[in-house]
């Protein structure tokens, strides 16, 4: 399965039905006053946040949505009726962009969120609507506005204050699910998780950080190989990346090394974010060689970065690691980065 994260669409709204010239026929008044109805709104285009979803994916195979058109009015000053509106679903961080023109004309930021994309066309009056003392019987109508028609992109970028870098089965879903209510898919192949989810941490009472679950990222992943980097260029720029690495990693500095360079080659302002690194599944060694083993790969990291021991299955290390998120992430709150 292929995760879409950017789509365009031709979207159209529906023209509005005309309003008609009519005349009452009454069995006595061969020819009574004018009666001819409005036409009826046609159906506008409009998203609609639903915080379920965390794709585009959908837009990949319905790229056209064109709403209802409006129906004319008729005699006995009879309304047509209205086009049905077409209501879109889009996750949260749907960024709307106009695309001929490449502007950004909207954000959804908020669950339930309605963004008019085209509005329908309005009905035109009937001639019943035209009549007036100095005319009694108007014998014209008016036309419906007609239908808009736009291309749109879509494009989902993710509201997160800490995103995940691993490579697959470091264990990042395992932490999101341990962090948070979040419950990704989890699974010991690579590549389990294949679109982006967040979790909501909880700090205390009152705060909270949102944390976002990634696909893994290869050796070769800035060159289109594997899933996960794609999405980082998504994440909010004031984020944190969190870097995994399992304690049984052969070489966590080149491990380390590596999820660098992939971030590096495909967007060295990636490097700027501040990042740390969690190791990973201590439960697989004994309890004794912990801080050891933490320790050792702290000295053959050459950066000089925050290093947490964690084991989400063993519940180790997980309030330190969330109080050292919570602290970066409050300060680039307040500051900025
Ligand atoms: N022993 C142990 N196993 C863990 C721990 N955390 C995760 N695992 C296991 O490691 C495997 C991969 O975990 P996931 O959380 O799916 O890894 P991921 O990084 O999200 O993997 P992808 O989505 O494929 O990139 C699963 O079998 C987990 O049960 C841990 O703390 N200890
Ligand atoms: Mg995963």
């Known amino acids: 399965?292929?995760?879409?994260?950017?789509?365009?669409?031709?979207?159209?709204?529906?023209?509005?039905?005309?309003?008609?010239?009519?005349?009452?026929?009454?069995?006595?008044?061969?020819?009574g006053g004018p009666d001819g109805g409005d036409g009826g709104a046609g159906g506008s285009v409009i998203l609609n946040a639903d915080f379920h979803l965390n794709?585009?994916?959908?837009?990949?195979?319905?790229?056209?949505?064109?709403?209802?058109?409006?129906?004319?009015?008729?005699?006995?000053?009879?309304?047509?009726?209205?086009g049905n509106d077409i209501v879109l679903r889009v996750p949260i961080g749907t960024v709307i962009k106009d695309t001929d023109s490449g502007d950004t004309i909207g954000e959804i930021l908020v669950d339930d969120a309605r963004f008019t994309l085209v509005e329908g066309g309005?009905?035109?009056?009937?001639?019943?609507?035209?009549?007036?003392?100095?005319?009694?019987?108007?014998?014209?109508?008016?036309?419906g506005e007609p239908s808009i028609e736009r291309n749109i992109t879509l494009e989902l970028k993710l509201l997160a204050d800490v995103g995940l870098v691993g490579l697959p089965n470091a264990g990042k879903s395992t932490l999101v699910a341990t962090l948070s209510a979040a419950r990704p898919k989890i699974a010991d192949y690579p590549f389990t998780t294949l679109a982006p989810s967040l979790g909501v941490v909880k700090v205390g009472d009152y705060q909270s950080f949102v944390i976002a679950d990634i696909p893994g990222i290869i050796e070769g992943a800035h060159e289109g190989k594997g899933l996960g980097i794609r999405f980082l260029k998504?994440?909010?720029?004031?984020?944190?990346?969190?870097?995994?690495?399992?304690?049984?990693s052969d070489d966590s500095a080149t491990e380390y090394a590596t999820l660098v360079n992939e971030l590096e080659s495909f967007e060295p302002q990636l490097l700027e974010k501040p990042r740390m690194i969690a190791i990973t599944k201590l439960d697989l060694i004994p309890t004794e060689e912990h801080a050891s083993q933490v320790d050792a790969i702290r000295a053959s990291i050459e950066d000089d970065i925050d290093v947490f021991g964690i084991s989400a299955v063993a519940r180790v290390g997980l309030e330190e690691l969330r109080m050292g998120l919570w602290a970066r992430v409050e300060e680039i709150r307040s500051f900025g980065g």
């Open 234 to 248: 998504h994440i909010e720029r004031n984020a944190v990346l969190l870097l995994m690495i399992p304690v049984t």
């Open 1 to 31: 399965m292929k995760f879409v994260d950017y789509v365009t669409v031709t979207v159209r709204s529906g023209r509005g039905g005309a309003g008609v010239v009519s005349f009452r026929r009454e069995r006595f008044a061969p020819r």
């Open 122 to 143: 309005r009905g035109g009056k009937g001639n019943s609507f035209f009549k007036s003392s100095t005319r009694q019987a108007p014998k014209f109508s008016q036309e």
């Open 55 to 82: 794709t585009l994916l959908d837009f990949r195979y319905n790229r056209h949505h064109f709403a209802e058109n409006g129906k004319n009015g008729s005699g006995s000053n009879k309304t047509g009726k209205d």
